[in-house]
């Protein structure tokens, strides 16, 4: 059970009653407007798999953030998995800080019920910044901001008792709210449909043994099904509501990554069965994540700041740790994974972070491990001019912003 009592103590601590902008008088002369941020979540990106696929054309949207904004690696924290980043990227503060140290804390599935240091969308909420959130890792039950919140992984619902890398649809959730305000739920389920929250369970090695063929094509068209009904939601709230921080996410293509990931046969772990029959499915999923992006790019204007962020990459079984190497501990140890992103090493693992937006510098490329996944909630206060405050780790990113040196750049 999780404790009520901890959550309406943070709600409060959290939620400070949100003012209205001043109205301005008809004379004074017009303001600037409130810059939009969106922000796309995508779990376990690898650049080792996306490079490739930039180079051979083959996401043609992702190359035009690239070619108008600045990327590069992100650092991420050691024994990266989704809660435990994510939770870094909301507060910019460390897992033991922050609370969510892992799927599960304490025998719980990570809930905002353990959220120790405010989060991103309370402090925007508080600013006056609207704020608009889908599919979000580890946001699970929402929480009240100054705009909507859809829960993303670790949503509780039938089927997905324990929340872990499942995906009930909205209709099926428990133990929880999926959505703030609740009469948005409705609203949605009349206008998007009963859309998955998550992405699919991945199958066992009991399930796939001398079914493999079937197996990983039955699951990669329920994975596509879930995109897809992911695209539309996020068409629907960019039309019908949009935010000035937006921040939505995929989590697809991580779960595809551990059991499917594509180098044969060196890999640790590598099973011709499961690992020769569909090698194009992990690169797939990239080249179908950027037709999402098409999809929200064609909100962006001139006032609207991109930012595609990483958790973490994943990179194949390769080296001793504590844990089998041979199993994610994070997946129950059901699945024949071939690749995994929670080494001890966070280094060996870095997410990856594409900005685009007014004043980022065109065609930039942050060097080496300069940025963190503790720079994302700073930057991002930095853009709608709320200061940062002290218990944050992270720094602004200035120097993808023109007018500022390219010292990281350079490596000096
Ligand atoms: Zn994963």
């Known amino acids: 059970m999780v404790p009520c009592k901890i959550s309406l103590l943070l709600a409060s601590v959290f939620l400070l009653p949100i003012s209205l902008p001043a109205q301005q008088p008809s004379s004074a002369p017009k303001a600037k407007p409130k810059p939009r941020v969106i922000m796309v979540g995508v779990n376990g990106m690898e650049l080792d798999i996306i490079r490739p696929l930039l180079l051979k054309g083959q996401m043609p949207n992702l190359s035009r953030v690239i070619e108008k904004g600045a990327y590069g690696k992100l650092r991420t924290?050691?024994?990266?998995?989704?809660?435990?980043?994510?939770?870094?990227?909301?507060?910019s503060t460390n897992?033991?800080?922050h609370g969510v140290t892992g799927f599960i804390v304490g025998g719980i599935t990570a809930n905002t019920h353990m959220l120790k240091e405010e989060p991103i969308w309370s402090m925007l909420s508080k600013g006056d910044v609207t704020v608009g959130m889908a599919n979000v890792p580890a946001t699970f039950p929402v929480m009240p901001v100054n705009g909507y919140m859809i829960s993303g992984m670790l949503t509780r619902g039938k089927n997905c008792e324990d929340g872990v890398l499942c995906a009930p649809k909205l209709s099926e959730v428990t133990g929880g709210d999926a959505v703030y305000p609740a009469k948005m739920r409705e609203e949605l389920l009349k206008n998007v449909g009963d859309f998955y929250i998550d992405c699919e369970r991945m199958p066992s090695a009991g399930d796939l043994k001398q079914h493999e063929g079937e197996v990983i094509d039955r699951w990669l068209a329920k994975v596509q099904t879930i995109r897809d009904q992911q695209t539309k939601l996020f068409d629907y709230l960019l039309v019908s509501h949009p935010t000035d921080f937006t921040f939505l996410a995929q989590s697809?293509?991580?779960?595809t990554g551990h059991w499917l990931y594509p180098i044969t046969p060196f890999n640790v772990g590598y099973n011709a069965s499961v690992n020769s029959v569909r090698q194009s499915a992990f690169p797939d999923q990239y080249i179908a994540f950027d037709k999402v992006l098409g999809t929200i790019l064609k909100h962006v204007d001139d006032n609207t700041?991109?930012?595609?962020?990483s958790d973490h990459g994943i990179k194949p079984l390769r080296?001793?740790?504590?844990?089998?190497?041979?199993?994610?501990?994070?997946h129950e140890k059901t699945t024949p994974v071939i690749?995994?992103?929670?080494?001890?090493?966070?280094?060996?693992v870095p997410g990856s972070v594409f900005v685009m937006g007014p004043g980022v510098k065109h065609g930039f490329r942050i060097m080496g491990l300069a940025a963190s996944v503790y720079d994302i909630a700073p930057t991002l206060l930095h853009i709608y001019g709320i200061e940062q405050p002290k218990q944050m780790r992270g720094r602004v990113l200035s120097e993808v912003f023109e007018g500022t040196e390219n010292k990281v750049a350079e490596n000096k």
């Open 339 to 348: 690749a995994k992103h929670d080494f001890a090493d966070g280094d060996d």
């Open 95 to 97: 897992p033991d800080e």
């Open 77 to 91: 924290v050691s024994g990266p998995n989704c809660p435990r980043v994510y939770t870094t990227l909301f507060t």
């Open 305 to 309: 700041y991109v930012v595609v962020v």
């Open 252 to 255: 697809c293509e991580d779960r």
């Open 319 to 330: 080296e001793f740790e504590e844990k089998d190497p041979h199993a994610h501990a994070d």
